[in-house]
């Protein structure tokens, strides 16, 4: 029986849960591997962390938020507490990075300069600091397995093929990344003009947090995805592609240049990637995610909206400029995600703002982690004076 050491960065929003879930499934199975949660690290929400904590006893928890520490070392004397969320790498085999948005980018890097596995949920940081990151995954021991739910299924697929999931694959003819179209698919601009919060966060088949709903609800979130696969599997953008599926069964496909498509498919539960990246290279028994074929019925597959979901062209745009125009972008699109779910910016005003902040990218290489910070701050700051003029 082996011992998995598991930390997970962002431990009390929605991937963090569902990775303490599949940690509880995974360790009640006799015999298997057996997750143990050496840390936990939140922003500032305390109290979930505490009950985590007295529950999985992890050695360290880490809380960014200062006034919330001292209540927190109080609570779990046998932990120690830090104001790091990278200070959990140490300790751990494989780091589960589920902070939302840039933030989740100093968890990255860590985890790959020590020369571990990282599970990576939080897209934005290989996004926006792509060319950053990529150095980092030729450390010795440093493994980058994909949680999001559309490069776990490439990774998956990609296993199909001798040549694996290094990037570069030549049998690769392209990627195929399958979309929900979220819950506006097939209204148009003219039906979209006021939509409510409300509306946006009712996602049609996936439970997720507040930040990737909206994506998802814009095709941001796909957009970001498109760029996410470009920088993990080096494939270019012309090779990638994308496919509305409204069931969400099919979690994306790879077709090979024999002609032959491999896809993968699962209920839509992110249990099952954050299962499979855990457990990489083996498969661990878990509860989650099998198909109900007579439920399921049928499986559709349509071409996108773009011109009433804008923002999947956009990532394109920015992915294919290269240097930091998709950290140009995915700061501004957090800018204007956060003012609509606070009530200060329409849904449709989102693409708008996004178009006309990246048409302002000021363009570096983003080549060091100060580069990339920049361009982050610097996009903020448009965007944000852009809100306040508007
Ligand atoms: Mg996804």
């Known amino acids: 029986m082996s011992v998995v050491r ?101 968890v990255t890097i860590e985890t790959l300069s020590a020369g571990k596995r990282l599970a990576l949920a939080n897209k934005e940081s290989l ?30 697929c990609l296993r199909a093929s001798v ?12 990627l195929v990344l399958t979309a929900s179209g979220g819950p506006f698919r097939g209204r148009t601009m003219a039906d979209l003009a006021e939509v409510t919060v409300e509306q946006a966060l009712a996602h049609p088949t996936w439970s997720m947090g507040p930040k990737i709903t909206i994506d998802s609800s814009t095709l941001m ?11 993990l599997f080096a494939i270019p953008y012309d090779r990638i592609e994308v496919v509305v599926h409204p069931q969400s069964v099919v979690h994306s496909m790879v077709e090979f240049h024999d002609g032959s498509t491999i896809a993968q ?28 074929w007579a439920r399921t019925g049928r499986l559709d597959f349509e071409v996108p909206d773009t011109a009433t979901f804008r923002c999947l062209d956009l990532a394109y745009q920015a992915g294919r400029s290269g240097g930091t125009a998709p950290a ?7 800018v204007h995600v956060e003012a609509f779910l606070d009530g200060r910016l329409r849904w449709r005003e989102i693409a708008e703002r996004n178009e006309a902040v990246l048409q302002r990218y000021e363009p570096s290489a983003g080549t060091t982690v100060a580069d990339v910070v920049a361009a982050d701050s610097q996009a903020r700051s448009r965007a944000l004076e852009m809100l306040g003029a508007g």
């Open 328 to 334: 140009w972008l995915s700061a501004a699109n957090e």
């Open 127 to 156: 996004i926006a600091a792509g060319p950053v990151v990529q150095p980092l995954r030729a450390t010795p021991g440093a493994e980058l397995v994909p949680v999001d739910s559309e490069h776990c299924a490439l990774h998956q």
């Open 221 to 231: 979130n796909k957009g970001l995805e498109v760029i996410e696969a470009h920088e």
């Open 6 to 106: 598991v930390a997970i960065a962002g431990s009390t929003g929605s991937i963090g849960t569902q990775t303490l879930d599949v940690v509880r499934a995974a360790n009640a199975l006799p015999g298997g591997t057996r997750y143990e949660i050496t840390g936990l690290g939140v922003g500032s929400s305390a109290d979930a962390l505490i009950a985590q904590a007295l529950e999985f006893r992890p050695a360290t928890v880490a809380v960014a938020d200062p006034a919330r520490r001292a209540e927190v070392a109080a609570a779990l004397p046998f932990a120690e507490v830090v104001s790091d969320m990278a200070s959990l790498v140490d300790g751990a085999d494989v780091v589960v990075n589920a902070v939302v948005g840039f933030a989740g980018l100093p």
């Open 265 to 292: 498919l699962s209920m839509p539960d992110m249990r099952l990637p954050i299962a499979y990246s855990l457990a990489y290279p083996h498969r661990a028994a878990t509860p989650f995610g099998r198909v109900d």
């Open 163 to 174: 040549h694996g999931d290094p990037p570069g694959n030549p049998e690769v003819a392209r």
